[in-house]
């Protein structure tokens, strides 16, 4: 079937600005707005809205923005697991977001959804959606694990009970330090690949299940938010925070095959690394004492669960 | 010829000895000293000392590692180049050495000195040298860069004059952050696969190159340390360096062979990311105000230029 996207776009810039609605609801100070196009090419071309707090009330940095790129030309990252899709031209577009509050006890989040079509003239569109959402705490709290794992639970029991569980390993697979030998939060969800059929009906429920991780992601870390928000800290959980901020570096630049992608395929830098944090320590050989707050995050939360 | 290493390798240990007590004397606090080892296996095993100072007078995170390791058979990454040697075993050793000041005015610098044997039973070994020192400034001082320069200049035309334009060169290309369209800093020197002549006498030549590239960085580093670390600075200065050792962690951690080959081998996590800047600091689209000397950074001296 030929895929008319225009209705995903529509969704897609929906959700950006709700969320960012939401968000400067929550934190009080408006987002920046930093709108940009580049010339269509062999590699990417396309334009994307970029949304960014920095110095907020609640968020230290904060970015939730939307893409919409296409391409002459597959890149090879994209087809070193579909050969057949050599050549093709296509069309990508997404919203991501990553949000890095200033508060210690507030934790660390990253949602995107996305859509991919690769096209050939006088063939069938291939195409497929992806995304997830995952939270990255200082501090773990059971009550919040469960109603982030929770959320994600109830956006994919809605469509099935075997997505969630899936969805879930693929998370906690992919957002893994192999380097460290450690998870990069509590995880989530992760898909990609989701094509359910190759026919109006498979496009529809496939969409459907991106929208519903999209919409599940704003209530669910609100009410975490909202419930740590207060919560006062000193120097001792800051440091912490910056420290652990250090592996959320090392994932992205290292491991995240969308930054990668990004960052080799001439994406735009300033935007793709509004995933990193805006204040990072390293210290050589670092451990928690055993049986703190940090110890247990590691040993409590850092770890592959079901949390619910 | 074989390659008998314990030469090179006493070379080696000694290097990092001088280095680190030169350092020291200039520092006035002791580095630790952390020895370890790691079984031999299939990939990597071996061992190394790093020595490490964080919090010091002058260094606020400096680390020299000197590691010796060994492996059954060549990593992929490192055959690539170099099919004939695929399934060769290998022995690696090397001194390498990241230092980032406190003071905003001193420079972040990088050495690094190493040989690599690729050995097969009734076969001849297969070695060569590599190294380089490149200078990473925060703000530029054309005193500095000539010093630098001059060093790394001197050091190689002992040899002849041909190798100090080939390795300035390979320098500016190796520490080149493509997706930032910026050198790292204001280079030096790179080499790799040094191997004048597979003979006694060639080895002697090639391992010469390399201890004069060692020799030469403590007295180079050392007067323009000593140029700068008075300098008064505040806030601004301090932030400016922040930010860019972001730059920093993302030619490392994207880019560097060395980091990426280390990381993914299995090879020691802490010792390896020991390059990583104890702060830094990001900021969505920052640009330096015009005519300042932050920008003067960029535009006067993180360019390809001939400093001497």
């Not at 776009?9 to 929550?26: D, T």
Request: aromatic share 12%; hydrophobic share 40%.
């Amino acid at each position: 079937m030929q895929i008319d996207s225009a209705r995903v776009k529509n969704y897609l810039a929906g959700l950006q600005e709700s969320i960012v609605a939401g968000l400067e609801a929550l934190d009080g100070k408006p987002f920046i707005r930093d709108a940009w196009q580049k010339p269509a090419g062999e590699t990417l071309g396309g334009s994307g809205i970029g949304r960014m707090l920095e110095e907020g009330q609640l968020f230290e940095r904060a970015g939730v923005g939307f893409s919409h790129v296409t391409g002459e030309r597959m890149p090879g990252s994209a087809t070193a697991h579909r050969p057949e899709l050599a050549g093709r031209g296509f069309e990508a577009m997404g919203v991501s977001l990553v949000l890095h509050p200033r508060n210690p006890y507030c934790p660390t989040v990253h949602m995107n959804v996305r859509m991919f079509v690769a096209r050939k003239e006088g063939a069938a569109d291939v195409w497929w959606f992806g995304g997830g959402m995952d939270l990255t705490p200082y501090y773990g709290f059971e009550k919040d694990a469960v109603r982030w794992h929770g959320a994600c639970k109830d956006a994919l029991d809605a469509h099935g009970a075997a997505w969630f569980p899936k969805y879930k390993k693929w998370c906690d697979d992919y957002f893994y330090l192999k380097h460290r030998k450690e998870p990069r939060g509590i995880g989530g969800v992760f898909f990609d690949d989701l094509c359910i059929a190759d026919t109006a009906d498979g496009f529809e429920q496939s969409f459907a299940i991106m929208r519903s991780v999209g919409d599940a992601f704003l209530p669910a870390y609100r009410d975490i938010i909202e419930r740590r928000r207060s919560m006062e800290y000193g120097e001792a959980q800051r440091d912490w925070q910056c420290y652990r901020r250090g592996r959320y570096v090392e994932f992205n630049l290292v491991f995240d095959r969308g930054t990668l992608f990004g960052l080799q395929s001439g994406g735009r830098t300033e935007s793709i690394l509004m995933s990193l944090p805006p204040l990072v320590k390293w210290r050589y050989d670092y451990q928690p004492e055993a049986g703190s707050p940090e110890a247990q995050l590691l040993s409590d939360f850092l770890i592959h669960k079901d949390w619910v």
